[in-house]
């Protein structure tokens, strides 16, 4: 019989929540606890900088191999924090996830919503890409994502708008405004928030991000046991671990 989860948030289904971070980080955790050698590993390895970094920090081989397996495993990490992130707000009521083959979009409301757009007050439908942080995007790239971005809205009539969703943001602020790359015209279709203000919204709830963020170390553990690997006691660094989030997001 599958395990009833608690992660005391109310907001969201905790079950559904266990199921998408299992399958976003399985195999992120797999590896991170797979034996690593760095002479068969699949990514090319630039044998200078391990020296330089050796010599720089007077660290010996055994703590750069740590250190690579580390720097490997982040990327790997990232790349699926992003697309949990799209899962996670995928869950949330009057929501739908476009999974991988979401085309330009990566989550969209499946009726109109407040709190969007120009008008907040007034209902739109909303397309939105979900990004990792505010520099996912290549600023070269920008232009052209805006633009489709912009078309997708438009094709689907006066009353949607689309967004950008960058969860990490550059500074301590919270925004939702107009998304102007640079190179692109200001248009009413298109618009830009952090992670904190997209999860108020989508989920109907303040501070949703927030709770979600110190759940985590329990949807962790959680992962790590149903892939057979130990649980990992983070309860010591509460205090640091929640500083963190106010760094990124603000107080």
């Known amino acids: ?29 797999q590896k991170a606890n797979a034996p690593f050698d760095p002479e068969e590993s699949k990514n090319a390895i630039d044998p200078f900088n391990a020296l330089l970094l050796m010599g720089a920090t007077g660290r010996g081989y055994q703590a750069w191999v740590q250190s690579e397996r580390e720097r490997q495993f982040g990327k790997t990490l990232q790349n699926a924090t992003g697309n949990w992130h799209q899962t996670v707000l995928g869950l949330a009521p ?5 999974g991988s083959n979401g085309g330009v979009f990566d989550i969209e409301s499946t009726e109109p919503v407040l709190g969007f757009g120009s008008e ?10 979900v990004k990792n942080k505010y520099n996912t995007i290549k600023a070269s790239d920008e232009r052209e994502t805006h633009r489709k971005l912009e078309d997708q809205a438009k094709s689907r009539g006066k009353d ?43 989920f109907e709830y303040p501070d949703a991000l927030k709770e979600l963020y110190l759940a985590l170390p329990h949807i962790i553990n959680d992962v790590l046991v149903a892939e057979g690997f130990s649980a ?15 760094a990124t997001f603000g107080r």
């Open 1 to 29: 019989m599958p395990v009833a989860r608690n992660y005391g948030l109310s907001w969201i289904d905790n079950d559904a929540l266990f199921e998408v971070s299992r399958k976003a980080f399985a195999k992120s955790f």
């Open 160 to 202: 949607t708008v689309a967004y950008l969703i960058q969860i990490i943001p550059d500074k301590k602020q919270r925004y939702n405004k107009p998304w102007v790359p640079s190179g692109a015209r200001e248009s009413n279709r298109v618009y830009v928030m952090d992670g904190h203000t997209a999860y108020d919204l989508v």
């Open 94 to 98: 009057r929501w739908k996830n476009k």
């Open 120 to 129: 907040p007050y007034m209902s739109v439908h909303v397309i939105a890409e």
């Open 232 to 246: 990992t006691d983070l309860s010591a660094d509460a205090e640091e671990i929640s500083a963190l989030f106010g």
